[in-house]
């Protein structure tokens, strides 16, 4: 229920724009608690996390590693949870608030898009902290901040492996000027090279990637773990066209709310733009394994946020379009999620917190 109440909340204030800031920080605190108490029986995920916290592995990437080390010897692994869980989601809402006022709106969009599966995945969340944290850099100081960007997004590789693929973003970020001047080009040459490796194959891949994680990584079993669970397989040709169309519908109206987006907005356009075209060169990973969802989740953050900033600024039934937009791409993102996974109905209750 409380899942619901967030939602419901956060609905209401978007729709009035009334206590943006405030009822964000309570969502995201919300959320936090969901995240932090998680059903045993259900998640198995949090089973896993429990194991290797009681045991002291070094499963994990080091930095999360280290942090189950420190707090181990001194509170349960469920007290460790919910603490952790709650000041990664204040840092997100932190991050968020850095980058738009509509904070409300991005929490809506978030608890129903993205957070059922970052439920699961806590360190997914500590990952996109700071990759949100790193792209504030980039729009707050422009080119100057691609170094800034680069050191912070490359901390969170201590959380989560993940971050080490947006390593690329102030890369792409670089050539913003670029990106927007060719950006049809861009995404149309990824898609179809993704949709080539979908038809042929692309297997090949996997030592690459095994020898680029393996020397950058900040996990012990980083290359077994790419070789067999981001290398597992199972996505099939309906699965990947489906986030081909997500893909293509994201462009679609990124591009076509362009031209409510003020000369103070571009940075969060620009950044959207260069968010898409990771996303685009992630369907080839695609292709390799479901698990590479994760990135499609992480790119949602910079549509929404582009959402917020420009459609939310707007009056009447553009500002309405907008919210819609939002909430239906959510759904959307959720759908496939559940879907992807293949979630059973009781885990699903369980992340909403129903049973």
Same mark, same amino acid.
């Given at each position: 229920?409380?899942?619901?109440? #967030? ?20 969502? *995201? ?36 590693? $280290? ?28 991050? #968020? ?5 509509? &904070?409300?709106?991005?929490?809506? *969009? ?62 792409? $970020? ?41 020397? *950058? ?8 773990? &790419? ?14 066209? &489906? *986030? ?9 109206? &990124? ?23 990771? $996303? ?9 394994? #479901? ?15 582009? #959402? %917020? ?20 791409? %959510? ?25």
């Amino acid at each position: 229920m409380l899942w619901l109440g #967030i939602v419901c909340i956060s609905f209401i204030s978007t729709c009035f724009q009334r206590l943006e800031r405030l009822t964000g920080l309570m969502s *995201f605190l919300g959320l936090g608690y969901l995240a932090g108490t998680p059903n045993l029986v259900y998640d198995r995920d949090a089973f896993v996390y429990m194991q290797n916290y009681i045991y002291g592995t070094d499963y994990f990437e080091s930095g999360y590693n $280290w942090l189950t080390k420190l707090f181990e010897p001194r509170m349960d692994y469920q007290t460790f949870r919910l603490y952790s869980s709650l000041i990664v989601f204040l840092l997100m809402f932190l991050a #968020i608030s850095l980058m738009t006022k509509h &904070v409300s709106a991005v929490a809506l *969009f978030y608890a129903i898009g993205i957070f059922p599966v970052d439920k699961l995945q806590v360190r997914n969340c500590m990952g996109a902290v700071f990759i949100l944290f790193g792209a504030f850099m980039l729009i707050q100081f422009r080119k100057k901040g691609v170094l800034p960007s680069l050191l912070v997004i490359f901390a969170g590789s201590f959380f989560h492996s993940l971050a080490l693929y947006f390593l690329l973003l102030p890369v792409v $970020w670089f050539f913003k000027d670029f990106v927007e001047k060719h950006f049809s080009i861009i995404i149309s040459s990824l898609v179809v090279t993704a949709f080539v490796f979908e038809i042929l194959g692309s297997t090949n891949l996997t030592p690459v990637l095994v020898q680029l994680l393996g020397r *950058f990584g900040n996990r012990a079993n980083v290359a077994e773990n &790419v070789s067999t669970v981001y290398s597992g397989g199972g996505l099939t040709f309906v699965q990947w066209f &489906v *986030f081909c169309a997500i893909t293509i519908f994201a462009v679609m109206a &990124v591009q076509l709310f362009k031209r409510f987006c003020h000369e103070d907005m571009k940075p969060y356009y620009q950044i959207a733009l260069c968010a898409l075209v990771l $996303w685009a060169a992630a369907l080839t990973l695609m292709t390799l394994s #479901i698990d590479y969802i994760r990135v499609l989740r992480i790119v949602a953050f910079f549509y929404f946020i582009y #959402i %917020a900033n420009v459609m939310l600024n707007q009056k009447g039934n553009i500002r309405f379009s907008g919210i819609v937009v939002g909430v239906v791409s %959510a759904i959307v993102l959720m759908l496939v999620g559940f879907w992807s996974y293949g979630f059973t109905a009781d885990q699903i209750r369980s992340i909403f917190g129903f049973i």
